[in-house]
C-alpha cells in the first residue's frame, strides 16, 4: 500500500512557518511594550519601529499579529487532528 505525503509535507512546512513567525511577533511586540512600560526602553523589531518615529502602539499591533498567527497555527492542528481521529 502507497501512502502520499506531498500535501502533508507541504502543510508541514507552512504550519511551522506560522508557529515560528507567530511567536517571534509575540514576544517582540508584547515583550517590547512590557519592556517600555517597565523599564522606558524598548528591544527588536519593535524598538527598530520606535527609533523610526513610529508610536509606541506599533508594539501591541506587532504582539496582536503573532498572537493571531499562534491561533491560526493552534486552529489548522486541531482541524489536523480531528481529520485524522
Known amino acids: 500500500m502507497t501512502v502520499r505525503r506531498t500535501r502533508r509535507r ?9 508557529w515560528l513567525a507567530g511567536s517571534i511577533l509575540f ?4 515583550g ?3 519592556s517600555e512600560a517597565i523599564w522606558s526602553t524598548s528591544f527588536g ?8 518615529g ?4 506599533t508594539d ?3 504582539g496582536t499579529v ?3 498567527l499562534i491561533g491560526w497555527a493552534l486552529v489548522t492542528r486541531g ?3 480531528r481529520a485524522h481521529a
Open 66 to 68: 503573532g498572537a493571531a
Open 79 to 81: 482541524a489536523e487532528r
Open 10 to 18: 507541504d502543510d508541514t512546512g507552512r504550519q511551522r512557518a506560522r
Open 54 to 57: 513610529l508610536p509606541q502602539w
Open 60 to 62: 501591541l499591533a506587532i
Open 45 to 52: 523589531v519593535a524598538g527598530l519601529l520606535r527609533g523610526a
Open 32 to 34: 517590547s511594550a512590557l
Open 27 to 30: 514576544v517582540q511586540g508584547f
